[in-house]
């Protein structure tokens, strides 16, 4: 791929291609726990390159709108949320949800209020809240699909653990983590593995794995075979579009997770995780260990970050980042872990956060130029060709099939120990428990294959 | 107005047309009280994009000049401030308040050392001290006027408090904000104001207050009518150029204030407040309250700023900026004030210096293009239209007459709580109170009426 | 000279011409003592504008390679040093220390595996320790010359001081500094010298040395005579390819030092400093001296830092730097020293780092256009068209000379009180001490003179 193919990638902003293909997906926006209660504090967002504030209303509906009054343009993130709607606090002009103007104190009304009232509209994005997250839908109204039908979006709160946190790259060079799996035996590796311990911890330890890819209308699947004793250890992720993919969890029970990775810029990412037990809720100790870091997400503090072109955001930034060389510890790395650098988000981001950047502009996009991929990077060659011809039968006037069809995404990654050396074989026997609810001892309906 | 316009006005470099006006005008470079003696610390300065140091020389004149040796550009804020010149440290070379090379001392006195020394000359501007500032002007020689004969440069000093800090946005959206009587019934109001209480909490309560404007040879003034009980609040401000704006103060005693913008260039303005009592030295009281912040300036210390160009300037850096929210507290927000932001200036700049700026440079410069002006904003549409004019003109060789009038800035603005509903009536009545010298109990000479 | 031979001098990156002069010579890198035992933690560099990372494998060898993986980018920093390479840790891929990639473990090998591998060696760079620096060649191999026969690189370990800093400038103002015998005079002077102190506080009190210059193969040599009594104080210099500078030290028994200036990139320079005693190891006073920061290095502290492009380096960050105003005290400019700034380094930054920079980048060179160069900066003159013809010649193909004549390279700079007046008398007299091993008392064996 040349380089204008990346560029066609990793660029989101207003009217770019690839921008225009997020906008027709929704999108996590921020978590439904950072607007706590009815009337409290804004929070600002960039998405997509384009600056928002998020704020729940009165009546403890969200909005997600354009950062700045349109009379002079104040931030509202000043603004005072009360009454249903945001109030600028430079003059009093007050927004609604919907973005529309509903107040202009600071005139007395002329005969065509209406109509001025109708012209300080400002931009507002359908939001819908699900699975502990504030979605935002960016694209045309005519457009919009359902939500995903993830199957961690239709289960009691107490199932599920959602975070989100700030990932400071282009979201290509994240989101192409994730659905490479031989990485994991390496980066996420520990040393000194005991033969005779958990299978768990050695299940992984084949580098090389074989991969297999099938093309789905939602995104694709793809099977790695790693070899483990005398049989094989298969993972089976689904990359789903525009930029999801689900972790395959325990090879017994099913654990369910998965990440997202919205574009802030074309620099800065925000990322989502969840995790979740279709059957039970989470344990408290099972949330503590989330929570402590080691998984995901990294441990952060909310905070505000101010953006090189002037906006400030609100985000959850990781303590263990590039300033800090991401904690890395020398003894550690000879002596525990293939990196010395504790927690899994860590570890992926001291690497992604550290590429090369694309010379004249500000870091943040990988300078792919010099990259040598191989075997092991099909995944990744797969997402990029499929983004691509999306993106471009976009520009052509093909709307993307997958926001349209939101039973789809109703999918589980599968982990299992098996003598089955054929994907399609594989699939055959075990491809229904890449459904959601059709686990050993499920109760739930069972979603359309998605599987072609 | 297209966006041209505003490059017109925002820009103020050398050669530009807006940094043209500005060079006609004396500007406040920085406070006398930074050049507490003579020979002492020179003080950095940028000013219309200008790397300046100023010092005091030894028998107290100070001069305001280039900032590096023309040698080898060494910066002469490391120099020697002795004996009426300052030295770089580098060489030895040494120059006079004048920008005269005085000194070459690492080489032997050469035939043509005469000329030698006249090419090693740096730039100096004219400087005067009044009013407790030391006062720049960097225009042409012949052009130089007189300085504006404000009352308060003519008082004693103790009638008197002058302060600067460090505005972190261009200097016209800042200066907009001085010309935009709406603002003060939303932006610094307080709530659950008693209808028993004191009239000065309750007279600015009308947001929509009709706007009459007067064009003037120094700029122009307008009178703001409110709705007060069943008379009228009239608030009567004059706009000086290039820059200036007066506060109206007291309705039953003249309080005097007004506000000065210097642009340090595009991005950043040094902005200056005075305060003053025309009859009678500021109480320790009334300074003390000014300083704590509430009105003005902000809580500032001085501190050395780096400018994303290279240069460091001697700053005083609010304490309360975009970093952390201009100490927002969101419970007062609901429950005390408008903002919830404390002091009036924290509030004036958590909007200006938060705007949305023009893509693809340095954030500071407001995009314009978004905003929706009404018909509160017709000082500010007035304000630029009026110096598009002026400066399209001296582009074409017209000299501002402003410039050369200096005994029109005599000149008070009011605050008056009348009757009149008519702003021509009013001025008929009330008018002369606009001239410094003649506020009631006034013993002062009355200054030349500057409204047309 | 024009601004295009600034640039022509200044810039230095891949395919600049100076930048190709430069990789014509051996370049101090970083110390030996970053990388103090095999298997350790790698040092991330950047030099001439490359991205690297050094590592001394399992056998001792210094590796200096590029920072990055070719396969998908990660950088090498973090990798793991073990078993004679570095080993990428996000999917194991290996290098050694000439680049070539020893392991491919994420994929079963392929048929073309050895090709592959091939086409995944990485940038590696000859490393040579000596002097206790790590020196890299990055220029043609087939044009490799020997390391530079300077003196100091043949002794033994405890006659020799060395140490490196971060010089936030170009290199070739901080460079120029160092054939500017004027300044001495002035930067580093101490005010209130005694008459009747020892000589060597009052040798250069004469800030306006006469100046002669000689060009040799390997640079230039040139004579500063100062007025010192009834007799002349010499200092020669020689100024040695690409942008070494010898010392002068004491008058009577030789101290040898001298500076080197590695480009970073276009805009950040790392220093090299060397002190040596041919006849003795350095005291425990003396190497107390140094490292307490009066004479040089700077006192820095070892660190990490990012650069604008987003690469980390490390660094030793000199703790007084522009950002607290080079700890200048002002009360000791008074009364005690030139500038009230401590320890030579911090001078000569406080000047150079602070220059006025060229518009519309990065702040770090100077904009030369406002400069006026004397009859002191001979020496500067000379070296700018020296380097220019250099570079010129090198772009038509012909090879500086003075790379490939290393043995020219043992020399020593002279201080000398004589009463001999003309430079060429005074080299026919002293000009052997000029040559290593021939000061007085010296055992050595005499380098082949380079004057001409």
């Known amino acids: 791929m040349q380089e204008d193919g990346f560029n066609l990638l990793t660029r ?22 950072e607007m706590p209660e009815p009337d409290g504090t804004p929070v600002r967002l960039r998405l997509l390159s384009e600056d928002l504030v998020a704020f729940r209303d009165t009546d403890g509906k969200v909005g997600i709108v354009g950062a700045y009054c349109p009379h002079k343009l104040a931030p509202l993130f000043f603004g005072r949320n009360e009454q249903c709607g945001i109030r600028c606090v430079y003059h009093g002009w007050k927004f609604n949800v919907h973005g529309e103007c509903v107040d202009i104190p600071n005139i007395i009304p002329p005969d065509n209020f209406p109509a001025l009232k109708e012209k300080a509209r400002i931009t507002s994005y359908p939001v819908r809240e699900a699975g502990g997250i504030a979605w935002v839908y ?16 239709t289960l009691p709160q107490k199932h599920v653990h959602t975070s989100r946190w700030f990932h400071r790259s282009n979201w290509l060079q994240a989101a192409e983590g994730e659905i490479d799996t031989s990485h994991i035996s390496f980066l996420h590796s520990v040393l ?3 033969e005779d311990g958990p299978d768990r911890h050695r299940l992984a330890r084949d580098g090389a794995p074989q991969i297999e890819i099938r093309d789905t209308d939602y995104g694709f699947v793809y099977g790695a075979r790693r070899r483990f004793d005398d049989r094989f250890y298969w993972r089976v992720t689904q990359w789903m579009l525009p930029m999801w993919s689900a972790i395959p969890g325990g090879t017994d029970e099913f654990i369910g997770a998965g990440r997202a990775w919205v574009p802030i810029d074309d620099y800065h990412t925000t990322a989502f995780a969840y995790q979740y037990r279709p059957e039970r809720p989470l344990s408290a ?24 072109h002037g906006y400030v955001i609100d985000t959850f930034l990781p303590s263990a980042n590039q300033g800090n060389d991401y904690l890395i510890d020398r003894m550690a790395q000879r002596k525990e872990s293939f990196t010395g650098i504790w927690g899994v988000n860590e570890q992926d981001r001291a690497l992604q956060e550290c590429m090369p950047s694309l010379p004249g502009e500000q870091p943040g996009i990988v300078d792919r130029r010099g990259e040598h991929l191989v075997k092991s990077d099909l995944p990744t060659m797969f997402a990029r060709r499929k983004l691509t011809k999306l993106v471009r039968e976009l520009a052509e006037g093909k709307e993307p099939v997958a926001a349209m069809q939101s039973e789809q995404y109703g999918l589980r990654a599968i982990a299992k120990v098996s003598s089955i050396a054929d994907f399609d074989e594989f699939m055959r026997v075990h491809g229904e428990e890449g459904k959601a609810g059709v686990a050993p001892g499920s109760r739930g309906a069972v979603a359309a294959s998605a599987v072609q």
Chains 1, 2, 3 share one sequence.
């Open 12 to 33: 989101v902003g207003p009217g770019t291609p690839m921008g225009n293909l997020f906008r027709r997906f929704w999108l996590p926006a921020l978590l439904s726990s």
């Open 138 to 153: 960016m694209g045309p109204q005519e457009r919009m699909p359902e939500l995903p039908a993830m199957e961690w979006l």
């Open 192 to 194: 000194n593995v005991p």
């Open 285 to 308: 100790a099972e949330v503590k260990e989330i929570d402590a870091g080691g998984q995901f997400p990294p441990r952060s503090t909310k905070g505000a970050t101010q953006l090189p």
